[in-house]
């Protein structure tokens, strides 16, 4: 069973501070992604990567970095959190193959004071 | 942009009713696109439930199915008879024909199964 676990399950930040979500996958996939969900939006994207090292930008990564140090980990930093960061985080891998489905951890519930 | 749009939640029906999730898309910069539907169960990430590339195409699992209208843009979610235990969160998404699966997702349908 493909799995991917995030960590922590809940984060209470200050605004201006450093915030780092992590991500796990033991499925050796090639494919990680870091999407967040609002009330009233869809899932959408931040970065993604291909494989260890590589890191690119999704559709909303402007105050958002990210690390692929290993094929298992991928995270996402936030350097100076904002209130308007406040959201639920999914991180997602894929094998790479066209129409992959894509494996979710359970979510990381951000609240930036 | 990509867009998806999909039936505003909370839907709720009653144990055995059959049940409809509207989805349409937009794809203006995908000649092909993929077309998904993943759940998500309370406590849970984001699972597939079924997937079709191929416009005409039917998916189906665990008695939901949903065809790939190129014509309407539609990929609409129908369950005949549901069940309490299908109350969750259904995304409708699309994709690129490609590697990297940059998905395009609706804001996501509650739905809420009464006994």
């Not at chain 1, 991500?23 to 260890?52: E, F, K, P, V």
């Not at chain 1, 894929?94 to 519930?109: H, I, P, V």
């Not at chain 2, 993943?38 to 195409?57: C, D, F, N, S």
Request: net charge neutral.
């Amino acid at each position: 069973e493909a799995a991917v676990t995030q960590s922590p399950r809940n984060k209470v930040a200050v605004t201006g501070g450093k915030v780092t979500l992590s991500c796990n996958q033991t499925n050796n996939h090639n494919n990680m992604y870091w999407y967040r969900q609002d009330t009233g939006h869809g899932l959408r994207l931040i970065h993604y990567s291909y494989g260890a090292g590589s890191t690119e930008k999704g559709d909303i990564p402007d105050g958002y970095k990210a690390s692929r140090p290993s094929q298992e980990n991928f995270s996402l930093i936030l350097e100076l959190a904002t209130p308007s960061q406040t959201s639920v985080y999914f991180c997602a891998s894929g094998a790479g193959t066209s129409a992959e489905t894509l494996y979710f951890g359970s979510g990381t519930r951000l609240t930036v004071l | 942009g990509d867009s998806v749009t999909q039936t505003e939640g909370p839907v709720t029906v009653s144990e055995s009713e059959s049940l409809i999730i509207n989805c349409t898309y937009s794809a203006t910069s995908i000649a092909y696109p993929n077309l998904f539907w993943y759940v998500r169960y309370p406590g849970e990430g984001l699972q597939l439930l079924l997937k079709v590339i191929t416009a005409g195409q039917k998916g189906s699992s665990r008695g939901f199915e949903a065809t790939y209208n190129k014509e309407t843009t539609s990929f609409h979610l129908q369950k005949a008879s549901v069940q309490e235990s299908d109350s969750a969160v259904y995304y409708c998404a699309l994709g690129e024909s490609s590697g990297y699966n940059k998905l395009t997702f609706g804001k996501g349908t509650v739905l809420l199964v009464s006994p």
